[in-house]
């Protein structure tokens, strides 16, 4: 699968069922980075499911533009009530597992097109280690993960650089088949592939 960035996808194609942890800086960058895959896969009629649990589902669909075929998980709306998104599938915070796994699959049913691969984004499981122990939430990446394989879904997992301890990261990558690094320099910003395959770092462009 394709990432939607024209000298990157040159290089690299995801394979069909991969989980990826995308571990990032906060920069507007990553969001550009999901916001692609899931439009790219939107143009070849690949549907796709953005859960989110820090920004609100109009800041989604405002960078997602004309992808119609995107569900939305909404893990923020619960605190600001007033600006409660119609058309996704909301959950009573990032700590309501339970809740949450339910509205993926929801979420899958919704925009699922028999004989299509799915793309999904889920930003971020930082977010979640905020709220619930370590290994609450590793064994709720390994079902949802397991769950993206069997529906054919490419997944990529979002975690914020530098926010937790080795061991946390080490058990992500465990869990998942391949990690992609984002850095910016120079108000460049550039993507390092390892472990599925090797890229060095290559510049968005």
């Not at 997602?64 to 998104?85: K, M, Q, T």
């Not at 996704?88 to 339910?102: C, D, K, R, T, W």
């Not at 993206?148 to 926010?163: H, I, Y």
């Amino acid at each position: 699968m394709k990432l939607g960035y024209r000298n990157l996808d040159r290089k690299v194609e995801i394979p069909e069922r991969s989980i990826i942890l995308v571990i990032s800086p906060q920069i507007p960058a990553k969001l550009e980075l999901l916001s692609r895959f899931l439009k790219t896969g939107s143009k070849k009629g690949e549907p796709g499911i953005f859960v989110t649990t820090d920004r609100l589902p109009s800041e989604i669909r405002e960078r997602l533009g004309e992808a119609p075929e995107v569900a939305i998980v909404d893990c923020v709306s619960w605190s600001v009530p007033d600006r409660r998104e119609r058309d996704v599938f909301q959950v009573p915070g990032p700590a309501a597992l339970n809740e949450l796994s339910v509205a993926i699959e929801r979420a899958r049913e919704s925009v699922f097109k028999p004989g299509k691969p799915m793309r999904m984004v889920f930003d971020s499981v930082s977010t979640l280690l905020l709220y619930t122990n370590p290994n609450t939430i590793f064994r709720f990446v390994q079902v949802i993960a397991n769950r993206a394989r069997a529906s054919f879904t490419t997944l990529l997992l979002t975690l914020q650089k530098d926010m937790h301890e080795p061991q946390v990261v080490s058990t992500l990558e465990h869990l998942t088949d391949g990690t992609a690094e984002l850095r910016e320099e120079k108000g460049k910003v550039y993507i390092k592939f390892s472990r599925l395959f090797e890229t060095g770092w290559v510049e968005l462009e």
